[in-house]
T-cell receptor, first 113, second 112 residues
Framework: NAGVTQTPKFQVLKTGQSMTLQCAQD?????MYWYRQDPGMGLRLIYY???????DKGEVPNGYNVSRLNKREFSLRLESAAPSQTSVYFC????????????FGPGTRLTVL | DAKTTQPPSMDCAEGRAANLPCNHS???????VYWYRQIHSQGPQYIIH???NNETNEMASLIITEDRKSSTLILPHATLRDTAVYYC?????????????FGKGTKLTVNP
């Protein structure tokens, strides 16, 4: 049981390049989330998927798109990367119960030059 | 904005109890108090949560005041590996669609 996995662990992009961050969970969770964390800051929600087939914007969605590929996988795409998107990106998933205990992946460290 | 207030930093001696306070004076009746921690560069880790009653698990204890306007996370015997940023979060239990609002948390340093 690997929990929540994210790929890649590190990535360097040039301004304007695109890339997709991958996230997968093997806990049969219904809900999945993408957060970003800037230095010295708390996490901010980018997008979430309450269940397979649905996605919704979070606090900071501009410049990102997401795809809930199936119940296990939730990807985050940067179509045209900007230096302001330099951050650590965390994926999380939640058991579909009445509580919000989220399980986080190890993060992807993205630098946009 | 985060609905909680925490001290920016605290120190604790190894082997002693670490008591981390959190104020959440605007908490509503159906909101839970959650605690997560983030060890340097890793993803946040769930610790404990509660609604009204005090809670204890293998990691920590959570004490919530009777008026629910504040709480304390207790690590009974802190170790060096407990050095982390601890986040206190209030959130409604809506089963997956509710976001967690992470503030800046408390940086706990456990000293040898």
């Amino acid at each position: 049981n690997a929990g929540v996995t994210q790929t890649p662990k590190f990535q360097v992009l040039k301004t304007g390049q695109s890339m997709t961050l991958q996230c997968a969970q093997d806990m049969n969770h219904n809900s999945m989330y993408w957060y970003r964390q800037d230095p010295g800051m708390g996490l901010r929600l980018i997008y979430y998927s309450a269940s397979e087939g649905t996605t919704d914007k979070g606090e900071v969605p501009n410049g990102y798109n997401v795809s809930r590929l199936n119940k296990r996988e939730f990807s985050l795409r940067l179509e045209s990367a900007a230096p302001s998107q330099t951050s650590v990106y965390f994926c999380a998933s939640t058991v579909w119960t009445g509580t919000d205990t989220q399980y986080f992946g190890p993060g992807t460290r993205l630098t946009v030059l | 904005d985060a609905k909680t207030t925490q001290p920016p930093s605290m120190d604790c001696a190894e082997g002693r109890a670490a008591n981390l306070p959190c104020n959440h004076s605007t908490i509503s009746g159906n909101e839970y108090v959650y605690w997560y921690r983030q060890i340097h560069s890793q993803g946040p880790q769930y610790i404990i949560h509660g609604l009204k009653n005090n809670e204890t698990n293998e990691m920590a204890s959570l004490i919530i005041t009777e008026d629910r306007k504040s709480s304390t996370l207790i690590l009974p015997h802190a170790t060096l590996r407990d050095t982390a940023v601890y986040y206190c979060i209030v959130s409604m239990a809506q089963g997956g669609s509710e976001k967690l609002v992470f503030g800046k948390g408390t940086k706990l340093t456990v000293n040898p």
